[in-house]
């Protein structure tokens, strides 16, 4: 089995936590959709049961930039490879490379800019200014490592067994099917005033855009889907989806400017679907590699 994991590194990714989502998969479904794709630690996850089943992912985000670096991936993996060993890890270097119009870019310049900038800024983080350009400070790290060979060809492999497009949430009704698992893993709710990291578009996520995710769950679940959703946990989020069967997670948040409010922190998890916990008959009990 080939060794699949993110390619990226993204606020709010679920690689440290993917076990605990595990068991609420459900056992048996057709194809995966997932509009809030990110770093996609869960489409990674399933990959081997849906190449097995023969069954598609469809992985949208309305970040473009990401997108167009998954369709390289995709389509180029090979010239990526070879166009991001060029990019030095430097200071300086990093504020050239950041300064770069994409839009006077080739996409696979463009790819190879965002995959350069995501693995040596500061934690990570993608973040765009109120023009759509990426503002993220240079990270300090001990040799960061930029071109992971192994994983982008893994990744290679895993997107051939899926469609990717840049698009709103919503997109999903067009795709979705009777039977079909859907993960919505949106922007979350902020805790609080100071600790809004919704930012990854010129236009932040918003409350309003919470009760349009709503109605596509709810829309998601009349058709026959099997719907899980992420957010985090205020009365806000469990008042809006006080209907459904909401659980608790441990997660941890590795991004706040005060170091303190780092650590341990509960998260939602929200089925359109009874999980059955009372046996572990029917969970997913893959244990992740990464």
């Known amino acids: 089995m080939l060794y699949y994991k993110p390619i990226v590194k993204w606020a709010g990714g679920k690689t440290k936590i993917i076990n605990q989502f595990a068991k609420y998969i459900p056992k048996d479904f057709n194809n995966y959709h997932e509009p809030f794709v990110g770093g996609g630690a869960l489409f990674f996850y399933l990959i081997p049961n849906l190449i097995e089943k023969r069954k598609k992912g469809y992985l949208s985000d309305s970040v473009e930039e990401l997108i167009n670096l998954y369709q390289t991936i995709k389509n180029d993996v090979h010239n990526l490879i070879n166009e991001t060993n060029k990019h030095v890890y430097q200071k300086e270097y990093y504020y050239h ?4 119009n994409p839009l006077e870019l080739s996409d696979l310049e463009r790819a190879s800019r965002v995959l350069y900038l995501n693995r040596t800024c500061f934690n990570g983080l993608y973040r ?3 023009k759509g350009q990426f503002n993220v400070s240079f990270g300090d790290y001990v040799n960061p490592v930029i071109v992971d060979e192994t994983a982008l060809r893994n ?4 997107f051939q067994h899926a469609e990717i497009f840049c698009s709103d949430f919503e997109v999903v009704l067009d795709n979705a099917k009777e ?8 922007p979350y709710v902020p805790l609080s005033t100071t600790s809004d990291f919704t930012k990854y578009t010129p236009n ?6 919470h009760k349009r995710l709503k109605v596509v769950f709810e829309s998601l679940k009349a058709m026959g889907c099997f719907v899980m959703l992420s957010n985090s946990d205020t009365d806000y989020t469990r008042e809006l989806f006080s209907d459904y069967n909401i659980k608790t997670v441990n997660a941890t948040r590795a991004i706040n400017s005060n170091t303190a409010r780092r650590g341990a922190i ?3 998890i929200i089925l359109s679907y009874d999980d059955k916990m009372d046996n572990d008959e029917g ?8």
Do not use: T
């Open 97 to 100: 490379v950041r300064s770069l």
């Open 128 to 130: 765009v200014n109120k």
């Open 155 to 158: 990744a290679n492999q895993a």
């Open 179 to 186: 039977k079909d698992f859907v993960y919505l893993d949106p």
């Open 204 to 209: 932040a996520f918003n409350v309003n855009d």
């Open 266 to 268: 509960k998260e939602l």
């Open 283 to 290: 969970r997913w009990n893959i244990e992740a590699s990464y």
